[in-house]
């Protein structure tokens, strides 16, 4: 807080209260809670601006300093877990996302796509992985080793074809986008742990979280489905 302008107002305060004899006690207390009041406010933006400006540059260094970041975008139907439209499940992404459809996933230095299969516990399902071969998912952090990544789980039922590279879009991002991006993901982080924090559920979904995310292939494949 900057305790400059707290003080100038505290001597203004002081002074007004010596020089305005002639105003009530009251009329003086008031005027004194006023002026000091916007002291406070005037400090408290001034620490914000600070901070803001701090995060700013630490959003620069991060977009400098980190690989390429990729747009993932699916359709995908056939999938049970999605909402039924004009007869049809499917999966799809869309910009900004709305109702029936779901957002798409950022990644570092995207090098390809696969589907993988495991049982699903319905055994007339399965649990299709969409996997991105790239340095790992924006919202894990960081990015790490080159491998194959877990963006995105379906229910499918075993007659249908299995999805490919065509039902899947890998779009490199400007490096406006990709700022623009980071920032989202900042503040949705922000959001996510003080939810976690407070009341232990996700800012997301609402609901506790079950677990890491962005698996590898050999994490996916150990967990039940």
Known sequence: MNKRKIFTALVSIGVGLCLGACQSNADKVAQ?????????????????????KEVQEQIRQYVEETPNLYRI???VCGDYRSRLRDGVRCSETKIP????????????AANGVQFVNKQHFVNSYWA??????SKGCLNSGKPGQEQFYNVKNFTRDKTNAVPTAANVKIEALSKQSK????????KDAEAENYALTNFGVSATTGLIPT???????????KTQS
């Open 128 to 133: 299709t992985g969409l996997f991105v071969k």
């Open 32 to 52: 004194a809670e006023n002026d000091l009041k916007q002291a406070y406010a005037a400090a408290s933006d001034d620490e914000q601006s600070q901070k803001d």
């Open 179 to 186: 700022q623009t991006v980071v920032e989202l993901a900042f």
């Open 73 to 75: 975008t699916w359709k």
């Open 211 to 221: 677990g890491k995310t962005c698996l590898t292939l050999e994490e996916w494949k």
């Open 97 to 108: 996302k709305t109702k029936g459809y779901v957002d798409p996933v950022y990644v570092w």
